[in-house]
């Protein structure tokens, strides 16, 4: 039986098993029901036609009737419909695409994010750089299905999400998730779940203001959803965000309009040694179609596809973080709703306290933000604009910022980068490729460019040394800044979770100010 998480490699082999689990390997963990695989692989049962996620509590099935498959799309390929007992398709994706961030993972964030929906495969290709021939190429081999397959998987889950949500005609719900055709959508949902639209509809009731959705976003276990709220209302701006009790509410850009949600992180529902929990998320949206985006936004914002059980081994037996591993567990890294919001806020933080750049941004956002429009102004007190777009931004004279000239200049230089497309912080580019282009800005050093892989591209292995932060977190630790060379070694490839570790000690002057001197 294996110990640990296989290999970040999780492609599967001509057999359809994930490269790095052997099938008896695979069937081990089934019988062991064990939670650590869930999202890395998923049980195909061919006596009852229904996948499920290795930790499902059914009874295990005999060997010779089961089948092991890289994503659920594959599996729903293959004609097998989701478990209604474990709901495989609300696990959170496999933690490796985003430890790798190879051309299959950004080929997914692209593709939770809606974009296969709304510019086809071919915008999907465009926003990868490679040909469309290629990228169905990688994706058949590495999760066992194409990007329509995959993007068909995901309408599926944004159709139950609105069932379950709220009081839509199923009509409505059909298109709205993108589906074709209403006998499309209904042969979909009985595939999928063996269940009728309407069935689905009767198992939960909304209890959403009028107006809204009421959505539930899964995450692994366990989740520190106290230290994710006091880092959010730590950094909240006047205008787009708010914090009331144990509510993160914020307005947000979409595709097809803005939005407004609020995360209850003071209800997160389900046991909490299930495995996975919900996070309750109200949603008001100028347009349903942008439901599966919206709910893709929020995970990224909670770091729901992080697996906290190898992160909390791992960093739990180093001799430092241990006892701040076992204080907190299950500590996320706090993501973004947009990219380039999160670039744009972190310049405008250079050398200067967090509370100083929350007002100087609010300013910004007053001035040059643009209004909700009136169906949504006010469904959440405090919120009353949008963050002002990157071409918005480019177009402002530095001279009338309120910040220093030079800071003016690299802001104004990286709105119009992101306007451009010469910089795009959508996860669709490589990691590296993002931070080179970054570093090229005038204006923008280390600490900015690494700031914005940790919170716009989720990257699990960044560490910020020249953080005043880190080096005030360092000093009650008993260590000290000429030893952090060797602590990183010691913390990768999960040095993100580490220094929010280190940050998190500082509560609630989380993170603190921060003095590089990026120029």
Known sequence: MPTAVPPPADAPDASGTPVGLEPDDCY??????DRRFDGVFWTAVSSTGIYCRPSCPARTPARRNVTFHASAAAAQRAGYRACKRCLPDAVPGSPAWDLHAD?????????????????????????LGYSPRHVVRV???????????????????????LLEGSDLPVTDIAFAAGFASLRQFNATMREVYAASPRDLRGRAGSTA??????????????YAAGAMLAFLAEHVVAGIETVVGTVYARS??????????????????GAADAGVRQVPVTAWLT??????????RVRRLLDADADPVVLDAQLGADALLGPLVVATPGLRVPGAVDGGEVALRAVIGQQVSLAGAR???????????????AGLAGVVPGLTHLFPTAAALADVDPETLPMPRARGRALTGLAAALASGAVRLDRGWAREDVRSALLALPGIGPWTADYVGLRALGHPDVFLPTDVGVRRALVPLGATVDELPALEARWRPWRSYALLHLWNTLMPALPGTHLEEDS
């Open 287 to 296: 347009d349903l179609r942008d439901t599966g985006t919206l709910v893709e």
């Open 359 to 373: 007002t100087v941004t609010g300013r910004l956002v007053a001035r040059h933000g643009l209004e909700l429009p």
């Open 103 to 127: 051309l299959a993972g950004r080929a997914m964030r692209l593709i939770g994010d809606g974009l296969v929906d709304r510019e086809g495969v071919d915008g999907l290709a465009e926003a």
């Open 252 to 269: 947000l850009a979409l595709p097809h309009g803005p939005a407004v949600l609020a995360v209850d992180l003071g209800r997160v529902e």
């Open 28 to 33: 081990r963990v089934v019988a062991s029901r």
């Open 139 to 161: 994706l058949t081999t590495e999760l066992g299905a194409g990007p329509l397959a995959l993007a068909r998987a995901r309408r599926a889950q944004t159709a139950r999400a």
């Open 209 to 222: 203001p009028a107006g809204a959705l009421d959505l539930r976003v899964a995450v692994r276990a366990p």
